[in-house]
T-cell receptor, first 113, second 114 residues
Framework: NAGVTQTPKFQVLKTGQSMTLQCAQDMNHNSMYWYRQDPGMGLRLIYYSASEGTTDKGEVPNGYNVSRLNKREFSLRLESAAPSQTSVYFC????????????FGPGTRLTVT | AQTVTQSQPEMSVQEAETVTLSCTYDTSENNYYLFWYKQPPSRQMILVIRQEAYKQQNATENRFSVNFQKAAKSFSLKISDSQLGDTAMYFCAFSKTGFQKLVFGTGTRLLVSP
C-alpha cells in the first residue's frame, strides 16, 4: 500500500498562475483533508471531505477550491496564486466516525513569486 | 473554537535522557481526542500517541507516554530513553469526538544530541 500520495512534491508559481495539487489514498478511507503548514503556525485545515461527494471549508479556505473526484482522490486548486499561498501543503485521510488517526501524505512545497 | 498551545518552541535533550513536551488546550467540549504527531526532517507527519478524554488512564506507546490532566486542560508528552531518531518537530492536536477536523498547536522542535 502506498498510503497517501501527493503530486507534485515541489512547485514554483508566478503570482496569478493557477495549479492543482493532487492527492490520492489507497486505504479506502471515507474522509480526506487538505492542510497548509507555515513556519511558526502549525498545520491549518483548508478544506475537508467527510465522504465522497461532500466538501466543507476549514479554517483557511480563501483562495482555494477542492474537488472530491471519487473516494480515492481529493484535489486542491489555486485559481490565482498569491505570495501568501507560499506554504507546504499536506493531504490526509482517515476513517469516518470516531476520531481515527489521520494518515498524511509527504507534502507539497509550493513557492509563489 | 478550540485552541491548542505549545509554549516551548525548542527543546534539547541528550541521548538516553527523558524529556517532556508541554501542551495546553482550550475547549468547552467534554468528550474529545488529543494527539501527538511527530514530523521528522523528512516532513512526513507520523502519529505518536492518542488519548481519549473520557479515559482517565494515560496513554503509553513504548517510550512515549502522556500526562493528561483534564481539569487543567493539559496534555504533555514524555519521551523516555531519547534516541537520535526522536529529533523532530512535535505537534499537539485536538479533535472533537466524531468530528475529525484536527486543530494543531504551533509545534516544539526537539533536538536529541549524542
Amino acid at each position: 500500500n502506498a498510503g497517501v500520495t501527493q503530486t507534485p512534491k515541489f512547485q514554483v508559481l508566478k503570482t496569478g498562475q493557477s495549479m492543482t495539487l493532487q492527492c490520492a489514498q489507497d486505504m479506502n478511507h471515507n474522509s480526506m483533508y487538505w492542510y497548509r503548514q507555515d513556519p511558526g503556525m502549525g498545520l491549518r485545515l483548508i478544506y475537508y471531505s467527510a465522504s465522497e461527494g461532500t466538501t466543507d471549508k476549514g479554517e483557511v479556505p480563501n483562495g482555494y477550491n477542492v474537488s472530491r473526484l471519487n473516494k480515492r482522490e481529493f484535489s486542491l486548486r489555486l485559481e490565482s496564486a498569491a505570495p501568501s499561498q507560499t506554504s507546504v501543503y499536506f493531504c490526509a485521510s482517515s476513517e469516518t466516525g470516531l476520531s481515527y488517526e489521520q494518515y498524511f501524505g509527504p507534502g507539497t512545497r509550493l513557492t509563489v513569486t | 473554537a478550540q485552541t491548542v498551545t505549545q509554549s516551548q518552541p525548542e527543546m534539547s535533550v541528550q541521548e538516553a535522557e527523558t524529556v517532556t513536551l508541554s501542551c495546553t488546550y482550550d475547549t468547552s467540549e467534554n468528550n474529545y481526542y488529543l494527539f501527538w504527531y511527530k514530523q521528522p526532517p523528512s516532513r512526513q507527519m507520523i502519529l505518536v500517541i492518542r488519548q481519549e478524554a473520557y479515559k482517565q488512564q494515560n496513554a503509553t506507546e513504548n517510550r512515549f507516554s502522556v500526562n493528561f490532566q483534564k481539569a487543567a486542560k493539559s496534555f504533555s508528552l514524555k519521551i523516555s530513553d531519547s534516541q537520535l531518531g526522536d529529533t523532530a518537530m512535535y505537534f499537539c492536536a485536538f479533535s472533537k469526538t466524531g468530528f475529525q477536523k484536527l486543530v494543531f498547536g504551533t509545534g516544539t522542535r526537539l533536538l536529541v544530541s549524542p
